[in-house]
């Protein structure tokens, strides 16, 4: 497949440029075997025979939504079609979003009609820990094609969800301090189980072989820093929290909604936290979201830090995500700022930069054209690609 003559964005950085993404006003990119061969001006374009020509056209990477519950909140469905949140118990980090999400859910076709090629999708935040997200491609004939990443980050929320959830089961955690605690306890239990079973096997002879507990072997790869830590918070409380035992654990991580972040811009720029902002198009439902404001993703992204803008799927449609970008640009939020806001900075945040998010060569042929600059209202998807192959013509 060889698309030409296309305005591309390529969402990667561009050595000549400070602090700006490399551009071709009139371009090519080449793909083979699922994968952007190619990338580059048209004077330096190839010989191929399958053309997609763009001209007039501006062309992203695929969109990347890295936070969502896509196909575990069905679409239509009801209770029947809800697995987001199993609120049993507040310690679940063993569930496992992939094993919970419905493939031919209709959102993910809407989310190709709209250009978005990549969701995060997982557990909610009734949990103190809620389980494992996945990354996902949104096209697919089963979750297990679909996935970009299995294992993609562990969900752990603070503040007013698991409160509401476990006081109306007269269940602990009623109070923030409680939630801090059982995660500080849970952390320190997986710490000790991971040296338990290191020592076991550097001398497998002289030491007894652990008794294997699942919910702990689930939370070692985030004690390693293999898994990031997706950490629910929206007041600067609860962020600050989440900042102070990260470091106690040496958790990467990043704050989803940081609904208050704004308000302590500084601190998060010093302390180098990705933030995932959202979801943006609603109301002010419950007290944590009293100092809620669209103008948050300038804010955050003026003081220098890498912010990715997520809809939190179904609490805003996943389609509409793009359009969470254009609002934040309206709102003060520099428009390249809010271009990697839905790509490269929300791939960097859910650790699959390596595959998604910029158009390079050696990356997924992932890959959106639109009919017009992508923030103006009236633009359309004309033609969405994933692992090079077209699943999405409008007619």
Not at 45 to 61: H, M, Q, T, W, Y
Not at 133 to 140: D, E, M, P, S, V
Not at 338 to 355: E, P, S
Not at 370 to 379: A, H, V
Request: a negative charge.
């Amino acid at each position: 497949m060889l698309i030409i003559n296309g305005r591309i964005y390529t969402m990667a950085e561009d050595r000549y440029a400070q602090n700006g993404t490399l551009k071709y006003e009139n371009g090519y990119i080449l793909v083979r075997d699922g994968k952007i061969a190619a990338i580059g001006p048209m004077d330096e374009c190839p010989e191929d025979s399958k053309i997609i020509d763009a001209k007039g056209r501006f062309i992203l990477p695929g969109l990347v939504d890295s936070h969502t519950h896509v196909g575990m909140m069905e679409d239509s469905v009801g209770f029947e079609g809800d697995d987001v949140n199993e609120m049993t118990d507040p310690v679940t980090p063993h569930l496992r979003g992939i094993d919970g999400i419905y493939h031919a859910d209709r959102s993910f076709e809407e989310a190709r009609q709209w250009g978005i090629t990549t969701v995060l999708s997982g557990p909610g935040s009734g949990n103190v820990i809620c389980g494992q997200f996945a990354a996902l491609k949104t096209y697919g004939r089963s979750v297990d094609e679909m996935v970009l990443k299995e294992l993609c980050a562990l969900k752990i929320a603070f503040g007013e969800n698991p409160k509401t959830v476990y006081h109306e089961k007269n269940h602990t955690p009623s109070t923030r301090m409680a939630t801090a605690a059982i995660i500080r306890e849970q952390f320190y239990k997986a710490k000790e189980y991971m040296e338990e079973w290191e020592e076991y096997r550097k001398d497998r002879e002289n030491n007894d072989k652990p008794e294997f507990d699942m919910r702990l072997e689930s939370l070692v790869p985030a004690l390693k820093g293999d898994l990031i830590v997706k950490i629910h918070a929206h007041r600067a409380d609860d962020i600050l929290t989440a900042i102070r035992i990260a470091r106690e654990f040496n958790l990467k991580i990043t704050i989803d909604h940081c609904t208050e972040g704004h308000l302590i811009a500084d601190i998060l720029k010093e302390n180098d936290i990705k933030i995932i902002l959202g979801p943006m198009l609603t109301d002010r439902s419950k007290i944590e979201l009293r100092n809620q404001t669209l103008a948050a993703p300038g804010i955050l992204a003026k003081s220098g830090i890498p912010v990715a803008i997520m809809t939190d799927h179904p609490c805003v449609p996943v389609q509409h995500l793009l359009l969470c970008a254009a609002i934040a640009v309206r709102e003060g939020m520099p428009e390249e700022d809010a271009l990697k806001a839905v790509t490269i900075n929300a791939a960097r945040a859910a650790g699959i930069d390596d595959r998604v998010g910029s158009l390079e060569a050696g990356k997924d042929a992932d890959i959106v054209i639109f009919n017009g600059y992508p923030f103006d209202y009236k633009t359309k998807v004309d033609l969405t690609i994933i692992n090079g192959k077209v699943v999405y013509t409008r007619e």
